[in-house]
């Protein structure tokens, strides 16, 4: 399994259309083949900061959702919000407590 953390500096003038747009396709991405899971954050301190935290199947997968219609037009509809350029990191789990109790 891998993990794709990317994290997005919105700017704040445009966070509303940023969510509206992330509404429209969130059911879209989680069903994509390939996607286990996603969960996008907010930061607590800093209201610009969004991150995306998904689990897919394999870098292949991921792979073709980042080249897929869904990816490509949200993409380019949230780049103008963007304040700075997004970080993308992946990963995949050494340990896992998060279902541990």
Same mark, same amino acid.
């Given at each position: 399994m891998l993990i794709r953390i990317v994290k997005l500096h919105i700017k704040e003038e445009h966070l509303p259309s940023f969510f509206e747009e992330f509404n429209e396709k969130k059911l879209a991405i989680v069903q994509y083949p390939g996607c286990?899971?996603?969960? $996008? $954050? !907010?930061? $607590? !301190?800093h209201k610009n900061i969004i991150m995306t935290y998904s689990h897919w199947d394999s870098e292949e997968a991921l792979n073709t959702y980042r080249n897929s219609p869904v990816f490509i037009g949200l993409w380019n509809k949230i780049k103008p919000y963007f304040g700075d350029r997004p970080e993308a990191w992946s990963h995949e789990i050494y340990f896992d407590g998060m279902n541990s109790k």
């Amino acid at each position: 399994m891998l993990i794709r953390i990317v994290k997005l500096h919105i700017k704040e003038e445009h966070l509303p259309s940023f969510f509206e747009e992330f509404n429209e396709k969130k059911l879209a991405i989680v069903q994509y083949p390939g996607c286990i899971g996603m969960r $996008l $954050l !907010h930061d $607590l !301190h800093h209201k610009n900061i969004i991150m995306t935290y998904s689990h897919w199947d394999s870098e292949e997968a991921l792979n073709t959702y980042r080249n897929s219609p869904v990816f490509i037009g949200l993409w380019n509809k949230i780049k103008p919000y963007f304040g700075d350029r997004p970080e993308a990191w992946s990963h995949e789990i050494y340990f896992d407590g998060m279902n541990s109790k």
